[in-house]
């Protein structure tokens, strides 16, 4: 019998048996899909007329927004939507070469089109996304899909890398290696060849390069998926699972048993570990997954970044410039708080939703009958 984080391996079970009472499903692409939905106790008084739909991060679930759905729901008179991905919380574990599934569950693509199928379940034209950490880059990628569909983007401790301002930088190097290079080219014919065949050395070194790192894909992808991967995973979630969870707070005192069965539930899954390497080699190998933050000052609707002083997982540096690389977003921290702003800080962190929101989208009052 073989336990991880305390958890019988012999005993998994279907995604469905380990649902909650609110637990709901809504089946994607041949995944079922696990979702909650919190309605605004008060119907009728919409502040906000947009849906809210949260995405969470690496190893999280539903269960991690827990604190804040029904709150926000109430403060803003939208319904609240968040739901598991593949490979996390009670969401279905598929099998990516399955013939049934062109499209990999696993990959960034598919949380996407997920993210736009909850927007057409809600019947809503637009959608507010809040994602935190992992899932920040699901929120900016849905956005870059459809961004007629996403009225806003709410990025909570963003696992994005801020792209580095070094324009000036190249532009200078870039001239005085043009005046260099005119110079020699310029000189005589020889000069020229061996401009030329060093040009043609670069390309195919890169692409040796390119064949080499797609064969160390393949490599550790065949270790990963294999009965070695399977135990690693098993070993790795059993001693340092716990701790990971408390490195993401500032204050592990509030990581609780509940917190942590929170946490371990999605282990009774059957295939958990599969699935979870699964996701690993598709992040690793899927060339759609590259980041996007070339393209990050193309936003052009409301986005707030919001981060802990002490994340010890995605800096508060890094948010920042993740704020001035985005034209006219705001960003916000907040103090004593680490990775996870929502679960730590829950009361702080919808104060700053609220506030952001009723800045940019609150609904207008409704005229007098």
Known sequence: MQRVATINQ?????????????????????????YKISDP????????????????GFGASVYSWSRVMKPLANATGSQVVAFDRPAFGLTSRGQTSSGSRPL???????????????????????SILVGHSAGAPVAVDTYFEAPERVAALILVAPAILAPFSIKSAVKENQKGNNQNQRKSLDSNTRDNFVFMFGSLLMVLTKWIGGMIYCLYQKTLSAILLSAFGLTLIRMIIDKFGAQAVGVAWYDSKQVTDD???????????????????EFAVTILTDSASVSKDKRLSEIS?????????????????NSE?????????????????????????????????????????????????
Request: charged fraction near 20%; glycine fraction near 6%.
């Open 259 to 277: 917190v942590l069965q929170g946490y371990t539930k999605p282990l009774r899954v059957k295939g958990w570990d599969r699935a979870l390497l």
């Open 321 to 369: 410039r993740l704020a001035r690389a985005i034209p006219g977003s705001s960003f916000r921290v907040i103090d004593k708080c680490g990775h996870v702003p929502h679960e730590e800080k829950a009361h702080e962190f919808l104060s700053i939703v609220d506030e952001f929101l009723q800045g940019v989208l609150e609904a207008p009052p409704q005229a007098a009958t």
């Open 104 to 126: 990999n569950p696993y990959s960034m693509m598919f949380s996407a089109l997920a993210t736009m199928h909850f927007i057409d379940f809600l019947g809503a034209d637009k």
């Open 41 to 56: 106790l008060q119907q009728g008084t919409k502040r906000v007329t947009h849906p809210i739909i949260l995405l969470h």
């Open 10 to 34: 012999d005993e998994t079970d279907d995604p469905t048996t380990l649902a909650d009472s609110d637990s709901c499903f809504s089946t994607f692409n041949g995944v079922q899909i696990h």
């Open 301 to 317: 609707c409301p986005v707030l970044i919001i981060t802990g002083d002490t994340d010890r997982l995605v800096p508060s540096w």
